[in-house]
């Protein structure tokens, strides 16, 4: 579904990515570890369009991404999460899933003005969905409260709620259990593991925590100082030497 | 402490001086053709001096003063703890009170002043204004300083039609609307990759562009010697003058049999800015709660997740620039015709600071401030005649102790909610 190959980004003396390359097929959870600064950001940010890459190819299901702006990559069903939640907070819970349904609604503005009754129907089905996905993830009591007054980890559920009503194909989460107490990402995990199982959704995943990666990834990339380590299941990553001596430094 | 708070004081005292003496106390007094420096008369002085000493001793003994102060207006404000209105009960309240706004005001102008229509016409013009900009400062969050391009773009559409063609003001009242939206959005494409400050002096350069061309494309425009004669608006084609002046028109004052008044006219604009600022606003409240209002405070909002949830930056951008550049067209059309004269003179920048004052003062994004600030700024500087020469120092002092005391604005924003009802 997601084919990387030979990715590089340069910021002048820089090479922050070097050759990396990874995949994602249809449900399945790949996940992309490494220590801090090793680069992991950036290869998401070259994947979303937030950055142009200036090497190597992205293409998605079957399509060359690389370079396209990034909301038309977004159109695509490739969604992300931020490292650090980016919600509106000023709008209330309900309204930022709305905003995410954009596309699917009817944008005519002399539609609107009329509530045309094509109008008033993708509205309501918008409403539906985003009520939906918050009882999902077991928002629905606080819809109508301000984004900006949620709890940090409401805040989390419900930056993943917005990238699901865009209905994807495939969710990017940027470390998405920075920040959760343990009983909190064993929620999270369950959550991820149902979106793609039920909803068919392929997830490439950030991530720090260990046991969150090592649960539910079907596949591991280790990148280190913007090269590619290793990959494989996460029993092949456990055993490896290279991982190891990266994570905990050499004796 | 005493010690600082006495040189505090009389720091502030002798920067009482230095500001009041020389604007207070100093005259340039022509005398033939020589400009003298006279002193003012002694009371002036006076007053000058007693302005610092009071100054020095509200500052000297000023927690006291503000302690009391504060105890004073606790002690008024202690009924207003109640639970708050539930929010559809207040929403219904709202627009009761607003709806008897408007009807008190198609009434009112029957039973005032013919200086107060006009004023009144002067103020709807404003709120025009101001609720568009409203859309592009207090929504999509552009800070736009050229807004004033627009609303002439819409003046000068109608002048000049009127001029070369003769068309009527109804005809001419959607097309300057549409060119002035057409403006907002050839310039937007270049400009709107830009964010903040840089936004504000590209928009602001556009505006004096407009403005300097409209002065110097003699030609067409006149240059500063602007357009005149510009028609009345017509009544289901019955003019509002004495005489007819176009052949197959009739008066409005023959086909109704009643004596000829100066004043219809001025009540019929006064009727028509009312009917527009009221579709202005009533449009622009849809608009809020339409995807596009949501997708404007998205973005003002956080523009890099709008984006990464399929938002195109340009898209919704322009969407409203264009939409606010229409509704300043609308403004501009009825400003041509209520003063039948135009020039360039009309567009300057301190008209799109005020425009943006308003919505500053109202509060960004808030339709109701925005509205009590255009009548307080239109009508504030009318009622200061009296000491004209301080009229804009009476301004800048109201602005800075509005940023100081209410910097959120007159009425800040409520946002109206879409409710998610819990139906199972």
């Known amino acids: 579904m997601l084919d990387v190959k030979n990715l590089s980004m340069r910021f002048g003396g820089l090479l922050a990515v070097d050759q990396v390359s990874l995949d994602v097929k249809e449900r399945e959870i790949v996940s992309v570890i490494g220590p801090n600064g090793a680069g992991k950001t950036t290869v998401f940010n070259c994947i979303s369009g ?139 995990n369950q959550l991820i593991v149902s979106l793609k199982e039920d909803y068919c959704v392929s997830v490439l995943l950030i991530e720090h925590d260990m046991s969150l990666v090592m649960d539910i990834s079907d596949r591991i990339n280790v990148i280190n100082q913007g090269r590619p380590l290793a990959s494989g299941t996460p029993d092949e990553i456990r055993q490896n030497d290279d991982v190891i001596k990266a994570y905990l430094g050499e004796a | 402490m005493p010690a600082q708070n006495f040189k505090h004081a009389l720091f502030c005292a002798v920067i009482t001086l230095i500001i009041a003496y020389p604007i207070l106390g100093l005259n340039l007094e022509a005398q033939g053709i020589n400009v003298t420096l006279t002193g003012a008369d002694t009371f002036t002085i006076v007053s000058v001096f007693l302005a610092a000493v009071v100054v020095f ?125 057409l403006f907002g959005l050839v310039l937007g494409f270049p400009v709107l990759r830009l964010r903040g400050d840089y936004l504000a002096i590209v928009t602001l350069g556009f505006g004096e562009i407009i403005r300097i061309l409209l002065n110097n494309w003699t030609s067409l425009t006149g240059g ?46 006064y009727l028509i800015a009312l009917v527009l600022a009221v579709f202005t606003a009533l449009v622009i409240r849809r608009f809020m709660r339409m995807p596009v209002g949501r997708a404007w405070e998205a973005l003002r909002e956080d523009e890099i997740a709008a984006r990464s949830l399929g938002l195109s930056r340009t898209a ?42 308003i919505v500053v003062l109202g509060g960004m994004g808030s339709q109701i401030g925005v509205v009590l600030a255009a009548i307080a700024v239109t009508i504030l500087p009318e009622l200061a005649r009296e000491f004209s020469e301080y009229r804009m120092l009476v301004f800048g002092a109201a602005m800075v102790l509005m940023m100081v005391w209410r910097p959120q604005g007159l009425m800040p924003m409520r946002r109206i909610h879409i409710e998610l009802n819990k139906q199972d």
């Open chain 2, 224 to 269: 500063p010697n602007g357009i005149g004669g510009i028609p009345d608006p017509t009544l289901f084609g019955m003019e509002f003058g004495r005489r007819v002046k176009e052949e197959g028109n009739t008066s409005f004052h023959e086909t109704f049999g009643i004596a000829y008044s100066g004043e219809h006219k001025v009540i019929f604009l």
């Open chain 2, 57 to 181: 001793l509200f500052q000297l003994f000023r927690d006291n003063i503000m302690g009391s102060l504060q105890g004073a207006l606790s002690g008024l404000s202690s009924g207003s703890q109640k639970e708050p209105m539930a929010e559809n009960k207040r929403a219904k309240i709202e627009s009761w009170v607003l709806t008897g706004i408007v009807v008190l005001a198609l009434f009112w102008p029957f039973f005032v002043s013919r200086g107060a229509v006009d004023l009144a016409t002067l103020v709807l013009i404003y709120v025009m204004l101001a609720l568009g900009l409203n859309v592009v400062v207090g929504l999509a969050g552009l800070l736009d300083l050229g807004y004033v391009a627009f609303y002439a773009v819409g003046a000068y559409t109608f002048a000049l039609l009127s001029q070369y063609t003769g068309i009527s003001f109804w005809v001419s009242l959607p097309l300057g609307a549409l060119l002035a939206a």
């Open chain 1, 50 to 188: 937030f950055y142009k890459p200036t090497g190597g190819t992205i293409s998605f299901q079957g399509e060359e991404v690389q370079g396209k702006p990034d909301y038309q990559i977004s159109r695509l069903g490739m969604v992300r999460t931020f490292q650090h939640v980016r919600l509106f907070n000023q709008m209330t819970v309900v309204e930022n899933l709305l905003v995410a349904q954009h596309r699917h609604l009817n944008t005519n503005l002399i539609a609107g003005l009329l509530k045309t009754p094509g109008y008033r129907d993708r509205e309501q089905k918008a409403l539906d969905r985003a009520a939906y996905w918050l009882d999902r993830v077991g928002l629905l009591e606080l819809a109508n409260r301000e984004a900006g007054n949620l709890a940090y980890g409401q805040q989390r559920r419900l930056e993943i709620a917005r990238c699901m009503v865009t209905e994807p194909n495939l969710l990017m989460l940027d470390e998405p259990a920075a920040g959760l107490n343990p009983a909190e990402t064993k929620d999270l």
């Open chain 2, 316 to 357: 919704v951008k322009l969407s409203a620039f264009t939409i606010g550049a229409f509704f300043a067209g609308f403004a501009g059309t009825v400003f041509a015709s209520k003063q039948g004269f135009i020039s360039p003179e009309s567009f300057v920048f301190l008209e799109s600071a005020i425009i943006l004052a």
